[in-house]
């Protein structure tokens, strides 16, 4: 069992936070143990006592992305969402308060290359569609949305939007506002949808 000082995380998570802060920052290709061991005030030694590379570390951000997203999703419908489009503009507003983290990791994540790492990710990427698709098959079940409507394509869709949507604030130096971004996008797929 991992000691922990009062009112701190514990250390794997301290160890995934900062990796998280230091692939925003630099990149997940410049991110190394060392860097991740300055940024918390471990040594190195102290962070393989928790993971044995940095790629088990970069798994376990994924993880952590994962669950943020699928929180952020049950926060937006929580506890009973009226239209369909509350829900996503509350979605996007958490993703806003996050500065994009989750998806700028995905994105960052997938440009290593690694095939495991890549796997997760896509893992990560389908559960969110999922739990997407769960929420539009609900909307339509209300009336809100057209029963004979495509619920994957709609949840995919709405994934890539997040995704992109995210990558143009982030390298915009957040000038960009993606919610003013985000209403003709929703308009259009409201066409279609009602």
């Known amino acids: 069992?991992?000691?922990q000082k009062k009112g701190k995380l514990p250390r794997k998570e301290q160890i995934v936070q900062?990796?998280?802060k230091l692939v925003v920052k630099y990149g997940?290709?410049?991110v190394t143990v060392r860097r991740i061991a300055e940024e918390v005030g471990f040594s190195e030694a102290a962070i393989y006592r928790h993971f044995k590379s940095k790629k088990d570390i970069l798994y376990l951000l994924i993880e952590s992305v994962e669950?943020?997203?699928?929180?952020?999703l049950d926060?937006?419908?929580y506890p009973e969402y009226d239209k369909f489009e509350n829900m996503v503009?509350?979605?996007?507003?958490?993703?806003?308060?996050?500065k994009g983290v989750s998806f700028q990791v995905i994105a960052e994540i997938i440009s290593l290359g690694d095939r495991k790492l890549n796997n997760r990710v896509c893992k990560s990427i389908e559960n969110y569609i999922t739990k997407l698709e769960k929420i539009i098959r609900e909307e339509v079940k209300r009336g809100n949305l057209r029963s004979d409507l495509d619920v994957e394509?709609?949840?995919t869709t709405l994934f890539c939007v997040m995704q992109g949507l995210s990558n143009i604030w982030m390298l915009s130096d957040y000038k960009v506002d993606p919610q003013e971004k985000f209403k003709p996008i929703l308009a259009l797929l409201k066409q279609s949808m009602i």
């Open 1 to 3: 069992m991992t000691r």
């Open 18 to 20: 900062a990796a998280r």
């Open 28 to 30: 997940s290709e410049n």
């Open 67 to 72: 669950a943020s997203l699928l929180k952020d």
């Open 75 to 77: 926060d937006a419908t």
């Open 89 to 98: 503009l509350k979605h996007l507003s958490a993703v806003e308060m996050k």
């Open 153 to 155: 394509a709609v949840a």
